[in-house]
């Protein structure tokens, strides 16, 4: 797998541009629902699905230089926007009829993010710990701009282990990459493990403590 290089920098093989691309799609589905759901006219929905596809990596490339970001400058994060904003668009009722497969793309695409934004932040020689927090942005990231721009409180601040989940990806890919492993081996063991553990959480209601008002009615007097 021959690596794509910008100036001096190797930065990410065709296998990871790959998983990029798909979860691209995955979130530009997400983004897209939200904007239908909020009755946003057709540009409204472009807006949203592109945001909700590109904010994480956008924000990823602009603190590791990687300047412009490839989402602006691979034509293929934007037609691949637009195509699934303009499928979920025309189909909305299809796609909001089938919410379990939605919520697995979602773990699916949140996995194949924080996995490439943790390989590319390496790449351009960041330090281990930058390289997780890196990748944890780049998968939730675009979620937390959809919610922001439909006025909601984002995902990952009162959802089952989301950003955790993707804290976890991105540590095992960069733990598999400093052990000498090649990305096409550690990045998907990351991907599989986040995407396991946001998958049992949905299933089993686990999230971390929230906290509880001194007025709520569930508080002991």
């Known amino acids: 797998m021959t690596p794509i290089v910008i100036g001096n920098h190797d930065v990410i093989t065709t296998f990871l541009v790959a998983f990029d691309l798909s979860g691209t799609?995955?979130?530009?589905?997400?983004?897209?629902?939200?904007?239908?759901?909020?009755?946003?006219?057709?540009?409204?929905?472009?807006v949203l699905c592109f945001a909700a596809a590109t904010a994480g990596g956008i924000t990823r490339d602009?603190?590791?230089?990687?300047?412009?970001?490839?989402?602006?400058n691979d034509w293929r994060y934007i037609?691949?926007?637009?195509?699934?904003?303009?499928?979920?668009?025309?189909?909305?009722?299809?796609?909001?009829?089938?919410?379990?497969?939605?919520?697995?793309?979602?773990a699916a695409g949140l996995g194949?993010?924080?996995?490439?934004?943790?390989?590319?932040?390496?790449?351009?020689?960041?330090?281990p710990v930058a390289a997780v927090l890196l990748g944890m942005v780049t998968g939730i990231?675009?979620?937390?701009?959809?919610?922001?721009?439909?006025?909601e409180v984002p995902t990952?601040?009162?959802?089952?282990?989301?950003?955790?989940?993707?804290?976890?990806g991105a540590a095992v890919l960069v733990a598999g990459r400093?052990?000498?492993?090649p990305s096409h081996v550690a990045a998907p063991v990351g991907a599989v493990?986040?995407?396991?553990?946001r998958v049992m959480a949905l299933h089993y209601g686990w999230h971390l403590p929230v906290a509880r008002s001194r007025g709520s009615a569930t508080d002991i007097d």
């Open 112 to 127: 194949l993010f924080c996995v490439v934004g943790a390989d590319k932040a390496l790449a351009f020689h960041t330090g």
């Open 178 to 181: 400093l052990s000498g492993l």
């Open 156 to 168: 990952v601040l009162r959802t089952e282990l989301y950003a955790v989940a993707a804290l976890l």
């Open 25 to 46: 799609f995955v979130f530009a589905l997400s983004g897209t629902t939200a904007a239908v759901k909020h009755k946003l006219d057709l540009f409204g929905v472009m």
């Open 79 to 106: 037609a691949v926007s637009i195509l699934a904003g303009l499928i979920a668009f025309l189909w909305f009722p299809l796609i909001n009829r089938l919410s379990s497969p939605v919520l697995l793309f979602d």
């Open 62 to 72: 602009v603190m590791i230089g990687a300047i412009p970001p490839a989402a602006i």
């Open 141 to 151: 990231g675009g979620g937390m701009v959809r919610d922001l721009l439909v006025r």
């Open 193 to 197: 493990l986040c995407i396991a553990l």
